[in-house]
T-cell receptor, first 115, second 115 residues
Framework: AQKVTQAQTEISVVEKEDVTLDCVYE???????LFWYKQPPSGELVFLIR??????QNEISGRYSWNFQKSTSSFNFTITASQVVDSAVYFC????????????FGKGTTLSVSS | DSGVTQTPKHLITATGQRVTLRCSPR?????VYWYQQSLDQGLQFLIQ???????AKGNILERFSAQQFPDLHSELNLSSLELGDSALYFC??????????????FGPGTRLTVL
């Protein structure tokens, strides 16, 4: 069965600190897709990134970077020089084409950045 | 703004009642997904429609039903409401083509409170 685990329930940092959000996934299939979504206090779910299982290149977008490692079934998210506006709940999700295209979400990590 | 719209934003009703949540997908997207976010269950997939046809079902109760209309908007009907149905209901849309470019974009959600 497919599963996503975000072991960190809450993380608190001070502005300008770097922070890494962990995501571990389980799937038996070789083709799958991984996602990160951000849910700010306003409540909407904002798409951040998509990674395909056959593309292990890490990605950087501004202060955000993602480290995908198939060997450890992990897809971790790092925010460099965090800002107060980064405070949100972050969700990692898995989509396994063999099981349809619905997203399987982790429980989320609440990030609080203080000034 | 994801381009996915949901109405109403908030809904307060009583136990035993029936409500309808509405979703309009992004222009060009054929697939609509419904998710429920609650404190105890997290984000859970309910149901998916593709071009008017039901494509996949998740943890959707028998009291809940959905449909997608010819103009591709979708409605989620919740009946015989219970206190435990209080949650944030998200609609997401995607092209529905599957594969490495099919990403789900979420609407702002409808917050349902059952009293």
């Amino acid at each position: 069965a497919q599963k996503v685990t975000q072991a960190q329930t809450e993380i608190s940092v001070v502005e300008k600190e770097d922070v890494t959000l962990d995501c571990v996934y389980e799937t038996r299939d070789t083709t799958y897709y991984l996602f990160w979504y951000k849910q700010p206090p306003s409540g909407e779910l904002v798409f951040l990134i998509r990674r395909n299982s056959f593309d292990e290149q890490n990605e950087i977008s501004g202060r955000y970077s993602w480290n995908f490692q198939k060997s450890t079934s992990s897809f971790n998210f790092t925010i460099t020089a965090s800002q107060v506006v980064d405070s949100a709940v972050y969700f990692c999700a898995l989509s396994d084409p063999q099981a349809g295209t619905a997203l399987i979400f982790g429980k989320g990590t609440t990030l609080s950045v203080s000034s | 703004d994801s381009g996915v719209t949901q109405t109403p934003k908030h809904l307060i009703t009583a136990t035993g009642q029936r409500v309808t949540l509405r979703c309009s997908p992004r222009s060009g997207d054929l697939s609509v997904y419904w998710y429920q976010q609650s404190l105890d269950q997290g984000l859970q997939f309910l149901i998916q429609y593709y071009n008017g046809e039901e494509r996949a079902k998740g943890n959707i109760l028998e009291r809940f039903s959905a449909q997608q209309f010819p103009d591709l908007h979708s409605e989620l009907n919740l009946s015989s409401l219970e206190l435990g149905d209080s949650a944030l209901y998200f609609c997401a849309s995607s092209t529905g083509a599957g594969g490495p470019i099919d990403t789900q974009y979420f609407g702002p959600g409808t917050r349902l409170t059952v009293l």
